[in-house]
């Protein structure tokens, strides 16, 4: 599907018949919790509509999942129910148009990925041909293949490597920044540190959100606050976060063109040249060539869910272990000098997928919290604004509503 058909397909199959668009008013005060990737878009997306909106963040934009996220923008995997595939892949044509919008450095150029294990591997492979079944561009390599097309990665030239063709990669940061820069340029405000109370109701309707900084004046609110939702609403649609670590390096010459996703780590590299490797714990449970594992204080210090390391020793151990396994593939690494260090808890849903909808229990109120928020940020932006502004179901979100999951 190109770009052009994109927004005549949304039109077409987006909106429920049994809806109608009746009684529209673009000009509701929403009020938008949270300015991560997800709610920023969502901001972003109700401004354009035309909407009044306010963003209040408890700290910085960005400062926590979207901040502290590898970026990788996929529709590489087999997801069910179908609509959850689908919506990534509508995403990441979202995306195209976002990019030339909003004015973003998108990486396009597909991604690599593979297991170390022969039985991950096997179903790696039959989710390849599931993936294929959908039409998804797609296809598995053998390592001097991909050795072509990266030739600077060190491949085991028999390794079979899933090739997905669609996929692309994105700093988060620099998104969120320009989604709301444009919402308040299009006369939305963006209010932090500024801390979520409560809302205040009267008649049984929105009339305020109780804030840090005093009462804001709305109609609507959206809940797009990633790890905060459960406390926030008192529901339970989150898992537990995991943590990974993410380096940023100082920009260098070209070495990689594709998202890579190797069993140990993953890496990609942005057009301005900084490259971002990401990583789950690589010092838990268990040592790493010559180096020692976790101290036995690990595991509890992780229960905090730190976003920095204690101590700066700790943090270059980390790193180190991290890009000594990156650099056995990629050997121009060793000339990297690192920018950022830090530790990102992506927050996972127990449906492994978005949860957006009306919340029956709060009038007025709706939620938009997801797994790979990164992805999904602009089609979730632009749908979520479609069903508040034009008071409608979209038919693309039903398998997602907060009733099957609260």
């Not at 479609?386 to 038919?395: A, Y």
């Amino acid at each position: 599907m190109n770009r052009r058909n994109f927004t005549r397909m949304l039109a077409l199959l987006a909106v429920s018949p049994n809806q109608s668009f009746g009684n529209i008013n673009k000009k509701d005060r929403i009020v938008v919790i949270g300015a991560g990737i997800i709610g920023s878009s969502i901001a972003y997306h109700l401004t354009k509509m035309g909407a009044e909106v306010t963003v209040i963040e408890r700290d910085l934009p960005a400062a926590h999942a979207s901040g502290k996220n590898f970026g990788w923008l996929h529709a590489s995997y087999p997801t069910k129910p179908f609509s959850f595939h689908h919506l990534l892949k509508l995403s990441l044509l979202a995306y195209q148009n976002l990019e030339t919008e909003i004015d973003i450095d998108i990486h396009w150029g597909g991604s690599f990925e593979w297991s170390a294990s022969k039985e991950n591997q096997k179903i790696l492979t039959k989710e390849i041909e599931i993936q294929q079944g959908y039409g998804v561009p797609i296809s598995m390599i053998n390592g001097k293949q991909a050795h072509e097309l990266e030739p600077n990665v060190e491949f085991d030239e028999e390794i079979s490597i899933a090739f997905s063709k669609l996929d692309g990669a994105v700093d988060a940061n620099e998104v969120v920044k320009k989604l709301l820069k444009k919402t308040i340029s299009l006369g939305g405000r963006v209010l932090y540190p500024v801390t979520y109370k409560n809302i205040k109701t009267k008649n049984g309707k929105i009339a305020a959100v109780k804030t840090s900084v005093g009462e804001i004046e709305a109609d609507q609110v959206v809940f797009a606050c990633g790890g905060d939702t459960d406390e926030l609403l008192k529901i339970d649609i989150l898992n537990k976060s995991k943590p990974e670590i993410i380096l940023r390096t100082q920009p260098m010459k070209k070495i990689i063109n594709r998202v890579i996703v190797h069993p140990s780590f993953h890496i990609h590299q942005q057009k301005n040249g900084v490259v971002t490797i990401g990583a789950t714990n690589p010092m838990a449970d268990t040592s790493v060539g010559n180096l020692q594992g976790a101290p036995i204080s690990h595991s509890d210090r992780l229960a905090l869910m730190p976003e920095v390391f204690p101590d700066a020793a700790l943090e270059k151990r980390h790193a180190e272990m991290i890009l000594t396994i990156a650099q056995q593939f990629i050997p121009q690494l060793e000339a990297v000098k690192l920018k950022d260090i830090v530790i990102g808890w992506i927050p996972s849903t127990h449906n492994g997928g978005p949860v957006v909808g009306h919340l029956k229990n709060i009038p007025g109120a709706y939620i938009a919290t997801t797994n790979s928020g990164v992805t999904f940020a602009p089609i979730i932006g632009e749908l979520v604004a479609k069903e508040i502004l034009d008071r409608t179901n979209i038919n693309l979100l039903e398998d997602f509503r907060p009733d099957h999951f609260i």
